[in-house]
């Protein structure tokens, strides 16, 4: 069963807009972590933010994560078009073996 | 994609005939783990391994079996292919429990 399930499952915006993921999980974590993945390609990590952080920053993303509501989000600011992409949470299981459990993904559509 | 290597690329094989997919990495890092793609499903773990001759099952692992007898190489057997099992294959590396997954390109295996 999935452990994550994204909010939206797709969202489409303008160039220059922010944009907004939602991640809702179900049991315990270590940490949370976000994915990207492009059209035919493997996932790319883009951030981790462990149980104990409620925010983390990377350029121009922003994570937080609420473990009382266990619920992450990711904030994409300054969109490009580059950015369109489906884009992953994924959590372990804390059973301390590396396994991550991915949601459906949102896919995100950036327009010129 | 950080010393991972999928092979094949593609395949397409017909229903009843067994298949073997191979991830090698370059890395040295301990965990591996298979994981396909399907729409509506995200991500969902196969099989793992912590090392090698050690792995142990994800939660979609009916029909799949896995060895790793040597750190670089882990490979995911279909003993007997289905048409259900057409879906995207991912393979990934982690060096430690806590910290970020690095993907491979994928393998597009198509049973017909």
């Known amino acids: 069963s999935q452990q994550g399930e994204e909010d939206p499952q797709a969202l489409s915006i303008q160039e220059g807009e922010n944009a907004t993921m939602n991640c809702s999980y179900k049991?315990?974590?270590?940490?949370l972590q976000w994915y990207r993945q492009n059209s035919g390609r493997g996932l790319v990590h883009l951030i981790l933010?462990?149980?104990?952080?409620r925010e983390k920053h990377s350029g121009r993303l922003r994570v937080t994560l609420d473990t009382s509501k266990k619920s992450s989000s990711l904030l994409i600011t300054a969109s490009r078009a580059a950015d369109t992409a489906s884009y992953f949470c994924?959590?372990?299981?804390?059973?301390?073996?590396?396994?991550?459990?991915f949601g459906q993904g949102t896919t995100l559509q950036v327009k010129p | 994609d950080a010393g991972i290597t999928q092979s094949p690329r593609h395949k397409v094989t017909e229903t009843g005939t067994p298949v073997t997919l191979r991830c090698h990495q370059t890395?040295?890092?301990?965990?591996m783990y298979w994981y396909r793609q399907d729409p509506g499903h995200g991500l969902r773990l196969i099989h793992y391994?912590?090392?090698?001759?050690?792995?142990d099952k994800g939660e979609v692992s009916d029909g799949y079996s896995v060895s790793r007898s040597k750190t670089e190489d882990f490979l995911l057997t279909l003993e007997s292919a289905t048409s259900s099992q057409t879906s995207v294959y991912f393979c990934?590396?982690?060096?430690?429990?806590?910290?970020?997954?690095?993907f491979g390109s994928g393998t597009q295996l198509s049973v017909l």
């Open positions: 933010i462990r149980s104990n952080e």
């Open positions: 391994s912590y090392g090698v001759k050690d792995t």
């Open positions: 049991t315990s974590i270590n940490n």
């Open positions: 994924a959590t372990d299981d804390s059973s301390n073996t590396g396994k991550l459990i």
């Open positions: 990934a590396i982690g060096g430690r429990v806590d910290e970020k997954l690095f």
């Open positions: 890395e040295n890092h301990r965990y």
